[in-house]
């Protein structure tokens, strides 16, 4: 390793100028052989509360990156400034892991993972801000599954984030709770923002287009999470999400229609509010159920007590894809309403007379939006089957909106 | 190349050692392997009479496992320390609760030529578990080419390494030694820094002492290193998953638990997988028997379960275990090549699964 790199790992000098960490230091780290060592060594001996400071340039990285220290600060020069490059990796199953709470990660980029791009597991309090994930070749099955990983975690914020080229999802949230991403861009992925098997999320003023499917909220049976619930998705922008779904086969994901704005799978009180949806061809919202089997006793697979209102639709629905495609369009016609509720519910009595209150569904969109519940169960209940209802004035009502999450780390 | 080698290997070792000339001080540092700062050199911590050639100081004891986890087809030396007068405490299913004080040690080494396992070894590293006040630290100590001591590697390190397999095929590979948190990826039960091998169905058989061949379990009683273990007989044993005489289902759940289940159980880092190997493990969905993959992008192959009952060839498993692409391979650490073994082992399995 060169001498020079070695000077500047040692070089630790208090920083005056974090308030945050008003009493850690500073260690910095610049592009050159070596970096690797150098900065996994950093990541390692850091004292808890230290920053960690990327020179602006390009760090060429073969294997994985990792950080298990507590109040740990990882800081670039910008997300356009820093490049952290995995173009050459050849172990570890993604670029950077996280498993200690406390973890900021700021202005810089993680390109071309083979896996993941980073991964925070089990942690408490992570933040990513002005961070990109990106693959550079565009959308490709080899991408890495997912670009943003929170996972296990509680206190999770993504701000001004931008992810590109996610085989599987771009920002992904799963079996977490306490979560805000906002201010990001979701751009090429399969599945822009996903929020999965997670409580207490809210996902607003991203943008998400030229995804598959814009924003998930998903539900999986066989989890140690399940239940997904308390989600709020507004003020988003989700728009022409038209690229052709890339997922590997066997994954969730790989099911999404391309073209698909907002997607609620089997969740509990979701509110869907003020987000600018259309250019989405198969549909701007669907709400439906888990589709696969499943042994899971405890799993729910309906989307329960989802509240939709006051967002504006444009053009949806004219060129369906997967699912949307063969099994709604044929039902529904052309173009496919802009919001689609499969109707799936759970028994015979909610079959005809609707769910419960608690667990209904409510629509209240703008005059003109279209609408069809599906009634899939009715369906499938009555021999000569039921037709779908298109009146969306059947489903008003309102639930009151959830208090906004509030992050430690955010005050 | 399944086939344990190491009782035999440890033996020839020992012989090198009685005809050493000089037995170096051999005597264990306790206040160094306590203190929170790593030695820099693995020779400053006297686990060793004899480290280049694996000759354990007094107090320090070798064992084997029944199944060990694959490491690149590298060639172990386990040994374990415990201070003397402390004992470690008998588990019938996790690790043994060892006391403070107590240090794992395990040696990554490649004969030349498999085929003569006692001649020409290279040792590559040392890791050692350390059981401090604070809980379990791991480092990892590399060796110098002239095998004379092993230095510090905080960061890791990838080394080429080369050697001649028991068929007589050369191979080669580029040896990762990981870094302290790759360790805690592996070594992680509740969040906590943890031991991965001496479990007592893992434990349970005879090893070649100095002293003549006993028990593991058996002799780590009587020397008073570990209470409250029932007889031997009488603990829970994991099949030899090279063993053809025993049932294959044992056998391929023994592998999955060694070589998996210290991150896929619901305690280990892969918990967000559902997907749990323990050789207890009876959910049969938990367990990967037609379960869906959740967050294995690409990793899943295409395909669309872990278990794809009687057809290997459709089951992510296999497809994961079978694969050295970083964003594939399964498990993420601790190997640069395919077991070839283990993943017949699994695919025979997997086949007679109805």
């Known amino acids: ?411 | 190349m399944f086939r344990p080698v190491l009782s035999k290997l440890f033996l020839g070792l020992l012989m090198g050692v009685t005809l050493a000339s000089e037995p170096a001080s051999a005597e264990v540092n306790d206040a160094a392997l306590m203190s929170a700062r790593p030695a820099k050199l693995l020779s400053e911590y006297g686990l060793f009479s004899d480290a280049a050639h694996q000759a354990p100081a007094e107090g320090v004891l070798p064992y084997t496992l029944i199944n060990p986890l694959f490491t690149d087809y590298a060639h172990k030396f386990r040994f374990v320390y415990v201070p003397k007068g402390r004992k470690a405490r008998y588990d019938n299913t996790e690790v043994m609760r060892f006391p403070v004080g107590t240090v794992l040690v395990k040696t990554f080494a490649y004969p030349a030529d498999f085929r003569v396992p006692e001649e020409n070894i290279q040792i590559i590293e040392t890791r050692l578990l350390i059981h401090q006040e604070r809980g379990w630290n791991a480092w990892a100590y590399v060796w110098d080419d002239a095998q004379g001591d092993a230095v510090l590697k905080v960061a890791g390190k990838t080394l080429p390494v080369s050697w001649i397999d028991e068929a007589g095929a050369e191979q080669s590979t580029n040896y990762v030694v990981p870094n302290k948190n790759q360790c805690k990826g592996c070594h992680t039960f509740d969040k906590a820094f943890t031991p991965i091998g001496p479990k007592a169905r893992n434990l349970n058989r005879d090893f070649k002492y100095a002293s003549g061949s006993a028990n593991q379990l058996d002799h780590w009683a009587s020397l008073g290193l570990l209470q409250g273990a029932p007889a031997s007989a009488e603990a829970p044993k994991a099949p030899d998953v090279t063993d053809a005489g025993a049932s294959l289902d044992g056998r391929a759940r023994a592998y999955l638990d060694i070589n998996c289940a210290h991150c896929h159980r619901l305690e280990g880092p892969a918990s967000t997988s559902g997907l749990f190997l323990t050789a207890g493990e009876d959910n049969k969905t938990t367990w990967g028997y037609k379960k869906r993959p959740v967050a294995a992008g690409r990793g899943s192959g295409g395909l669309a379960y872990d278990i794809m009952p009687g057809e290997p060839d459709n089951s992510i498993l296999v497809y994961r275990l079978n694969s050295v692409d970083p964003g594939v391979m399964m498990p993420e650490v601790g190997r640069t090549i395919v077991h070839d073994e283990g993943v017949a082992l699994l695919k025979e399995w997997i086949a007679s699964i109805e």
């Open chain 1, 1 to 411: 390793m060169k001498k020079r790199l070695l000077a500047l790992c040692a070089t630790f000098f208090v920083a005056f100028s974090v308030p945050a960490f008003a009493q850690g230091t500073v260690i910095s780290i610049e592009p050159g052989d070596g970096v690797q060592e150098a900065l996994q060594e950093a990541l390692i001996l850091a004292e808890p509360g230290s920053v960690i400071e990327l020179a602006a340039g390009r760090y060429d990285f073969t294997g994985p990156l990792s950080l298990d220290i507590a109040n740990i600060t990882v800081r670039g020069a910008g997300m356009n400034e820093t490049v952290l490059s995995f173009t050459n990796q050849t172990t570890g199953s993604e670029g950077l892991l996280i498993t200690a709470g406390g973890a900021r990660i700021e202005s810089l980029a993680v390109e071309d993972t083979p896996g993941d791009g980073i991964k925070a597991k089990g942690v408490d309090t992570v933040t990513f801000k002005d961070v990109r994930v990106e693959w550079t070749r565009g959308p490709h099955a080899e991408n890495g599954a997912y670009g943003l990983y929170p996972v296990e975690s509680k206190n999770v914020l993504i701000d001004g984030c931008v992810v590109k080229g996610a085989s599987d999802a771009g920002i992904y949230v799963g079996q977490s709770q306490q979560i805000i991403v906002r201010n990001s861009r979701a751009e090429l992925n399969v599945a822009g923002i996903e929020i999965e098997n997670s409580y207490f999320a809210d996902v607003y003023d991203n943008v998400a287009t030229h995804n598959t499917g814009g924003i998930l909220v998903f539900d999986l049976p066989n989890l140690p999470q399940m239940g997904g619930h308390s989600v709020k998705v507004f003020r988003n922008t989700v728009v022409a999400n038209d690229t052709p779904n890339f997922a590997p086969p066997g994954n969730v994901v790989a099911t999404v229609p391309m073209g698909t704005g907002i997607m609620i799978m089997a969740n509990r009180e979701v509110e869907v509010f003020e987000n600018d949806l259309s250019d989405n061809a198969s549909t701007n919202i669907l709400l439906v159920a888990y589709p696969r089997d499943y042994n899971d006793p405890t799993y729910n697979p309906l989307p329960r007590a989802v509240y939709v209102h006051d967002n504006k639709h444009g053009r949806a629905g004219f060129a369906p894809d997967k699912a949307v495609k063969d099994i709604i369009a044929p039902i529904t016609g052309l173009p496919v309403p802009q919001v689609v509720w499969d109707g799936a519910v759970d028994g015979f009595w909610s079959a005809f007379f609707g769910p419960d209150a608690e667990d209904a569904i409510y629509i209240r969109e703008p005059m003109g939006t279209t609408f069809a519940n599906l009634q899939m169960v009715k369906d499938m209940i009555l021999p000569w089957g039921a037709s779908p209802d298109f009146d969306i004035d059947d489903y008003d009502g309102s639930v009151p909106s959830r208090e906004p999450v509030s992050l430690p780390q955010d005050q």
